[in-house]
């Protein structure tokens, strides 16, 4: 394998793979499966408004990552954003906890693919299988930008015709025009006298607030299109339009999946507390399509081969984003620079392959059990999204500050962010809310978990450790606004 000499990304992503990677990093089995736990946990109301309220907060970030990634497409996306407009040592950290979490994430999907594998073949090796999809996946990536582009299209182009078919069916559903569903909201006013109970909100305020870090876990991947913006045909055009759709597909797809499932499947449905991916006959897609007459036996099948290609697209975007960023973080001397040379066709082939090397976690599944290494892992990395996200909405601050002391125009820029500075601060205090909020319930269980307490906090101390750590040793300083960077490289 030639390693070849260090090159420029190659911008070969065009305008429809990259609103299909704005979408695919939005859908994912935290639609497909925590949704029901999320039902079960808030009621169907306390769930939609928990995911419409993440969604607003998902919204605001994107903006101000698209104000930044059209002005300044360049490699590392935010973690250059963190070093030109706040402090090199915040892209230290910034940068690490990015890769960690979307090589984590990597591993998890492969463990998730070889559990979902299991409901056609019981006895499958599941080692076996996730070295397969490892193998698949690396070989997409390392063929070039354009194949992983067109790869990321078509699996997201099969979980969007899902979620529309699904909101559609379901409506006519909800009207009583097809399907055993009576029509109405019975679903919406039920009470459990079992655990005194009612909707359409259960829990409280507790309760969503759990639910947030279930919905903040799901729409994670959609910063993706910062980084891709490095490798995108023209974008200054291409960015702003991937952005301006987010907040419609999220609201098609996350708060209609939500209000469908919620509203044809009661909240105390025990069936709800089940769903992951060795049970896709409780994933709440499925459960609503089994009410259609005659196609309760296709429903499950049909799902979980749209669930095995949502893990695979996941897993295809987590390689895709880790190894970027680490290339990005060695050109800026973050990391060894071997992982900065690119091959003849652009692909950083060292940071795919340590990016991988991550994911042979996934192989200690049948050691130490496939479900409890992928709750480490899901665990591990569902909070460093949010780190990432706080990190955008300061960078998008600081961005702003630092263009108008420059003497700069804003009508010069060539994206404005909706809502500024509002959004950005809205979504700030949404993230450290989720932060030390949504796992306050590990100190409110009667039996205390030092598993859970580590798997759902240790990483904030981490990426403080990194950051001060690197401030330290390289005696790093809060850049000034006036010496802030604008210049593309």
């Not at 070093?83 to 463990?111: C, H, I, K, M, Q």
Request: charged share 10%; hydrophobic share 50%; aromatic share 14%.
């Amino acid at each position: 394998m030639d390693l070849g000499e260090p090159q420029h990304l190659k911008r070969a992503i065009g305008t429809r793979q990259l609103s299909m990677i704005a979408i695919g990093g939005a859908i994912g089995t935290g639609l497909f499966f925590a949704s029901g736990a999320a039902i079960a946990q808030a009621g169907p109301g306390g769930a939609l408004l928990a995911y419409s309220v993440m969604g607003l907060a998902v919204y605001c970030m994107m903006q101000s990552l698209g104000e930044m990634a059209t002005q300044l497409p360049i490699p590392g996306s935010f973690e250059a954003y963190a070093e030109r407009f706040v402090d090199p040592s915040l892209g230290f950290a910034v940068g690490w906890n990015y890769w960690f979490s979307w090589a984590v994430t990597l591993a998890a999907e492969l463990v998730a693919g070889a559990l979902i594998v299991q409901f056609w073949f019981p006895h499958a090796n599941s080692a076996l299988w996730a070295m397969g999809f490892f193998a698949v996946l690396l070989a997409l990536n390392l063929m070039s930008v354009r194949a992983y582009a067109e790869a990321e299209y078509w699996f997201a182009g099969i979980k969007v015709i899902t979620v529309i078919i699904f909101v559609a069916v379901g409506l006519l559903m909800i009207f009583g025009m097809v399907g055993n569903h009576s029509s109405g909201f019975q679903n919406w006013t039920l009470s459990d006298p079992n655990s005194g109970t009612h909707a359409p909100f259960v829990g409280g305020f507790t309760s969503m607030l759990t639910v947030f870090l279930v919905a903040g876990f799901s729409f994670q991947g959609t910063e993706g299109v910062g980084l891709a913006a490095a490798e995108t045909e023209d974008p200054t055009r291409n960015v702003p339009k991937a952005i301006r759709t987010v907040f419609w597909r999220i609201l098609l797809f996350y708060v209609g999946a939500i209000f469908v499932a919620g509203t044809l499947i009661s909240y105390n449905s025990p069936n709800l507390l089940n769903a992951d991916e060795a049970h896709i006959a409780y994933s709440p897609f499925t459960m609503v399509l089994q009410q259609l007459p005659r196609f309760g036996y296709y429903a499950a099948n049909v799902m979980n081969a749209v669930i095995l290609s949502s893990v695979l697209s996941c897993g295809n975007s987590s390689m895709y984003v880790a190894s970027r960023m680490l290339h990005a973080m060695a050109h800026s001397r973050k990391a060894p620079r071997l992982f900065g040379v690119l091959n003849r066709r652009g692909v950083p082939v060292a940071a795919l392959l340590a990016t991988g090397l991550v994911s042979a976690l996934a192989f200690f599944s049948t050691v130490v059990g496939e479900k409890k290494i992928y709750q480490l892992l899901y665990n591990a990395s569902s909070l460093s999204g949010f780190l990432i996200w706080l990190g955008i909405a300061i960078c998008h601050l600081r961005f702003r500050k630092a263009w108008v002391a420059q003497g700069r125009s804003l009508d010069d820029l060539k994206f404005k962010s909706k809502f500024y500075p509002y959004g950005p601060w809205l979504a700030l205090v949404l993230f450290l809310v989720v932060l030390f909020g949504a796992n306050i319930g590990v100190f409110q269980t009667p039996v205390f978990s030092w598993f859970d307490f580590v798997t759902d906090y240790l990483i904030i101390p981490t990426v403080i450790i990194l950051y001060l750590s690197h401030k330290i040793w390289n005696k790093t300083r809060i850049v000034p606004l006036k010496e802030c960077n604008f210049e593309l490289p």
